[in-house]
Nanobody, 126 residues
Framework: VQLQASGGGSVQTGGSLRLSCAASGGTFSRFALGWFRQAPEKEREFVAGISRSGHTAYADSVKGRFTISRDNAKKTVSLQMNSLYAEDTAVYYC?????????????????????WGQGTKVTVSS
């Protein structure tokens, strides 16, 4: 499985960005998908996840501002980010959890994800 993330950039506080991640290889509809981020000198952290059945989960810090979605036909997962703060500045990564069952909720552990995209940088400035 290969993942290609895009959509990062620079935006002012309060602005919006939409990240996308295109997958190739494997059976996309059978994957759970996640977005993670890593700020300088910090550990990679869970941002949002979406299960095979479309259930979603969010980090408390982004709940109500970010929305994750998937398009199985296009093999893409997106992250709509609104009301961005400086604290959202990080490199954002998409990832797949291929060892998931249909009824499972998204997993928040970094170690549960098997394949990772290359990351796309988001910078939020005032």
């Amino acid at each position: 499985v290969q993942l290609q993330a895009s959509g990062g950039g620079s935006v002012q506080t309060g602005g919006s960005l939409r990240l996308s991640c295109a997958a190739s290889g494997g059976t996309f509809s059978r994957f759970a998908l996640g977005w993670f981020r890593q700020a300088p000198e910090k550990e990679r952290e869970f941002v949002a996840g979406i299960s095979r059945s479309g259930h979603t989960a969010y980090a408390d810090s982004v709940k109500g501002r970010f929305t994750i979605s998937r398009d199985n036909a296009k093999k893409t997962v997106s992250l709509q980010m609104n009301s961005l703060y400086a604290e959202d500045t990080a490199v954002y990564y998409c990832a797949t959890d291929i060892n998931t069952i249909l009824s499972a909720d998204p997993v928040r552990r970094v170690s549960a994800y098997d394949y990772w995209g290359q990351g796309t940088k988001v910078t939020v400035s005032s």
